[in-house]
């Protein structure tokens, strides 16, 4: 916790931290006592104008969890982005990061993840079942997805020659010999340039 000061102000607690106010100035010197001293952080603690500068310190997962309870699980967006901690007694998840802390990233990699598809495009991308991973637009598809959905109603899907998919055209099949061409095209290219560098 941040100690009492007679020019700080109370103490401000939310999810992920404790902070209070700065109401008057310090001197460079006093301010790096303190940091040193308290092990708190000195930066904008109300980020709202006019801004509001003072010390802020990182709550531990065990505060949390002494407020909340023990975390249920850890969520992720379908694109990999981390969106935090489920806990039983917050209504919302909280963007937790353990900043290192090795006992604390034991906790949080032991906690069974769950993928958030919220924005995510609702097509098929390959014969084996695979989602498509760009974001949707109009009626839950992607523009690629989109324009395979409505052949698809129709009835005007082509298979490709090569491979028997109808998820690309035969131009794009990774079997076309056109396709297998370049591709061999490009790593000769490649290896031109790792020999030279």
Same mark, same amino acid.
């Given at each position: 916790?941040?100690?009492?000061? %007679? *020019?700080? &102000? *109370?103490?401000?607690?939310?999810?992920?931290?404790?902070?209070?106010? =700065?109401?008057?100035?310090?001197? %460079?010197?006093?301010?790096?006592?303190?940091?040193?001293?308290?092990?708190?952080?000195?930066?904008?603690?109300?980020?709202?104008?006019?801004?509001?500068? &003072?010390?802020?310190?990182?709550?531990?997962?065990?505060? =949390?969890?002494?407020?909340?309870?023990?975390?249920?699980?850890?969520?992720?967006?379908?694109? &990999?982005? #981390? =969106? $935090?901690?489920?806990?039983?007694?917050?209504?919302?998840? @909280?963007?937790?990061?353990?900043?290192?802390?090795?006992?604390? *990233?034991? @906790?949080?990699?032991?906690?069974?993840?769950? @993928?958030?598809?919220?924005?995510?495009?609702? $097509?098929?991308?390959?014969?084996? $079942?695979?989602?498509?991973?760009?974001?949707?637009?109009? $009626? &839950?598809?992607?523009? /690629?997805?989109?324009? #395979?959905?409505?052949?698809?109603?129709?009835?005007?899907?082509?298979?490709?020659?090569?491979?028997?998919? /109808?998820?690309?055209?035969?131009?794009?099949?990774?079997?076309?010999?056109?396709?297998?061409?370049?591709?061999?095209?490009? *790593?000769?290219?490649?290896?031109?340039? %790792?020999?030279?560098?």
């Amino acid at each position: 916790m941040i100690p009492e000061h %007679e *020019d700080l &102000g *109370d103490l401000v607690t939310t999810e992920t931290e404790w902070y209070r106010p =700065l109401y008057s100035h310090w001197e %460079e010197e006093d301010l790096d006592k303190f940091q040193e001293e308290n092990g708190v952080a000195f930066c904008f603690v109300e980020q709202v104008y006019p801004w509001t500068w &003072g010390f802020s310190k990182l709550r531990p997962l065990q505060s =949390l969890i002494e407020e909340y309870g023990n975390p249920i699980h850890r969520e992720e967006k379908w694109n &990999g982005k #981390y =969106l $935090g901690l489920e806990f039983p007694k917050s209504k919302y998840l @909280i963007e937790f990061y353990s900043y290192g802390d090795k006992e604390e *990233d034991k @906790i949080i990699e032991s906690l069974p993840l769950v @993928i958030c598809n919220d924005g995510r495009c609702n $097509g098929i991308i390959n014969m084996e $079942g695979d989602r498509c991973n760009k974001r949707n637009h109009e $009626g &839950g598809f992607c523009a /690629t997805c989109k324009n #395979y959905n409505d052949k698809v109603k129709a009835g005007k899907l082509r298979e490709c020659k090569y491979c028997s998919s /109808t998820y690309h055209s035969t131009r794009s099949c990774e079997l076309n010999p056109k396709m297998v061409a370049e591709k061999e095209r490009i *790593d000769a290219i490649l290896k031109k340039m %790792e020999l030279k560098a």
